[in-house]
């Protein structure tokens, strides 16, 4: 099985920072890897897919680089709305979820 | 609109069974792949099972396989998972959600809100 491994598990930030999330896999996963956003008590969304593409809806602020076994999230300005648990996924061979980084206001 | 409604999560009793379903509206459903992903209380995702659009594929994770079984109704645009022999480990919030592609290991692009398993 495909390990994923993102970090930190917590991150405190401020309105306006630069946010980066980080997402290692324990294989080569090529960029078959997305990221979501989920909030308390919600569904998870949709936010980055095949490691860079901006999925329909989702601000600019957000995107996703890397390929093979790193890869990260950014968020260019952090806004209110982004306070929120982001998680990982890649989908090179079944499919596993990284443990999560909640990104709390500082 | 696209929409995935779940239904069916109740309390159940350790090695009691449940069937899940999941409705889906507003999209031509057999031509998407389908997953169940399940979220422990206050735990990360895991993803448990996945359809292929015309059903014809399969997969499951290691901790549910032979004990759950996921199956679509291309005419009735209704996903379902039956799971027998549950654990108390198989508590969780469970999500029905569209792959972009027939196939399902992708990522998910439209999730429902989720039907909630208990198991005690």
């Known amino acids: 099985d495909i390990q994923m491994t993102q970090s930190p598990s917590t991150l405190s930030a401020s309105v306006g920072d630069r946010v980066t999330i980080t997402c290692r896999a324990s294989?080569?996963?090529?960029?078959?890897l997305a990221w979501y956003q989920q909030k308390p008590g919600k569904a998870p969304k949709l936010l980055i897919y095949?490691?860079?593409s901006l999925e329909s809806g989702v601000p600019s602020r957000f995107s996703g680089s890397g390929s093979g076994t790193e890869f990260t999230l950014t968020i260019s300005s952090l806004q209110p709305d982004d306070f929120a648990t982001y998680f990982c996924?890649?989908?090179?061979?079944?499919?596993?979820f990284g443990g999560g980084t909640k990104v709390e206001i500082k | 609109e696209v929409q995935l409604v779940e239904s069916g999560g109740d309390l159940v009793q350790p090695g009691g069974s449940l069937r899940l379903s999941c409705a889906a509206s507003?999209?031509?459903?057999?031509?998407?792949?389908m997953s169940w992903v399940r979220q422990a209380p206050g735990k990360g995702l895991e993803w448990v099972s996945g359809?292929?659009?015309?059903?014809?594929?399969?997969n499951y994770a290691d901790s549910v396989k032979g004990r759950f079984t996921i199956s679509r109704d291309n005419s009735k645009n209704i996903l379902d998972l039956q799971m027998n022999s549950l654990r108390a480990e198989d508590t969780a919030v469970y999500y029905c959600?569209?792959?972009?592609?027939?196939?399902?290991?992708?990522?998910?692009?439209?999730w429902g809100k989720g039907t909630t398993v208990t198991v005690s």
């Open positions: 959600a569209k792959s972009p592609e027939p196939g399902y290991n992708y990522c998910m692009d439209v």
């Open positions: 507003g999209f031509t459903f057999n031509s998407y792949g």
């Open positions: 359809i292929s659009g015309s059903g014809g594929s399969t």
């Open positions: 294989q080569s996963i090529s960029s078959w």
């Open positions: 095949k490691a860079s």
């Open positions: 996924q890649q989908y090179n061979i079944a499919l596993t």
